[in-house]
């Protein structure tokens, strides 16, 4: 099959380079979070400066540069699908990102996983196809490779409680049909997402390091779809909460790397 043709060449004909030149004093850790309204509340509520930008066919994308207790961080909207995520977050890297921490909701395929509640993927299931242009043919790839204690030290200082394990990432969200998610289950995924795999192979193929926690939305293991919170202006105040664990963790980050 076509996937099963990797290719480990370094070097394509367009790379990001090519578009998007090194900035001077770009922050090394970028926040990256999913829906518009939860970015654009805490763009606004950190008092985010635009310091770049990548654009295609759907428009301009700014970066932002923020603070969080003192330290400077770059904060850019994720792309839904992991082409577009994937694509985009290489044009960041572009211009100096050393490390992704993004954020996302997700469906559960465990009931018992409360809504908004918070889950931290230590691999997933590689049903897209973007990973298999940056890394070999398998079936799953380990994920949140670093920062898992770090995060979860955040999240018992914050008083939250969370689930891990694996997620799976499909690029057919109108496709999870119930013989799939039976079968995802049977491989040990509690939820479903749509770039995961595909980040943690981008970034391993250009060094950086990625970091992704989600929160749980719509409930796909029950007899009938339950959306639960899945529109992003649900419960947006507890979102934003959960948005800022991300912050949180950059700012660890910062103080363990001194």
């Known amino acids: 099959m076509l996937l099963e043709e990797f290719d480990n060449d370094k070097t394509a004909i367009i790379e990001p380079y090519m578009v ?4 001077p004093d770009f922050p090394e850790t970028v926040i990256s979070i999913f829906h518009h309204t939860l970015f654009s509340s ?5 008092g985010g400066e635009e310091i770049a930008f990548t654009k295609d066919v759907d428009g301009i994308w700014p970066v932002y540069r923020v603070e969080y207790k003192g330290k400077p961080f770059a904060m850019y909207k994720a792309r839904l699908g992991a082409p577009a995520c994937v694509g985009s977050v290489e044009d960041v890297i572009a211009y100096g990102a050393k490390r992704i921490i993004m954020l996302g909701n997700c469906g559960v395929l465990d009931g018992s996983i409360a809504d ?3 889950i931290i993927p230590t691999r997933a299931i590689r049903d897209e196809g973007t990973s298999y242009h940056y890394l070999p043919a398998s079936d799953y790839i380990d994920v949140n490779k670093k920062y898992i204690p770090e995060f979860m030290s955040v999240l018992k200082e914050k008083g939250y409680d ?13 496709r999870e049909t119930r013989e799939k998610v039976a079968r995802r289950r049977e491989m040990g995924a509690i939820c479903v997402e749509m770039e995961c795999a595909a980040m943690q192979a981008m970034c391993d193929f250009r060094g950086v390091e990625f970091f992704q926690y989600l929160y749980a939305a719509d409930n796909l293991g029950g007899e009938k779809w339950d959306p639960r919170s899945l529109s992003g202006t649900k419960r947006l105040t507890e979102k934003e909460k959960i948005a800022l664990l991300a912050f949180e963790l950059a700012y660890k980050i910062e ?3 001194k």
């Open 116 to 118: 908004c509640g918070i």
């Open 255 to 257: 103080e363990i790397r």
């Open 162 to 174: 969370y689930v891990t394990g694996t997620t799976w990432t499909t690029d057919a969200f109108y």
């Open 20 to 23: 998007h030149q090194p900035l």
């Open 42 to 46: 805490l763009v606004e509520a950190l």
